[in-house]
Nanobody
């Protein structure tokens, strides 16, 4: 059974930092490309970051480029999202997901999803 479990969310002031983790079981992040998405109330799920299964290539959404960094630890089967200089508009539920499609930014291309972790940024 595939499980992706996100953790690390919370309440932080604008300009602060958080590190999200996505622990995978039932699948190996060595064989799947992994993505992070976020969804704010009343809005569609939006692409945040993607890391290739090799860990050598990453992509970011325009709104987070230069502030967020995606990484992974294959030994722990865990993907991370380092979020710096957080802004109130980053407030959302953050999800990690797995895909077979390299570089995909479309949520429909992702086959397994976590339950999400809430990130709230106060001004």
């Amino acid at each position: 059974q595939v499980q992706l479990v996100e953790s690390g969310g919370g309440l932080v002031q604008a300009g602060g930092s958080l590190i999200l983790a996505c622990a995978a079981s039932g699948l190996s992040i060595r064989t799947y490309h992994m993505g992070w998405f976020h969804q704010a109330p009343g809005k569609e799920r939006e692409f945040v970051a993607h890391i290739a299964r090799t860990g050598l290539i990453t992509y970011y959404g325009d709104s987070v480029k230069g502030r967020f960094t995606v990484s992974k630890d294959d030994a722990k089967n865990t993907v991370y999202l380092q979020m710096n200089n957080l802004k109130p508009e980053d407030t959302a539920v953050y999800y990690c997901a797995a895909t077979n499609l390299f570089s995909s930014r479309r949520s429909a291309d992702y086959i397994s999803w976590g339950q999400g972790t809430q990130v709230s940024v106060s001004s």
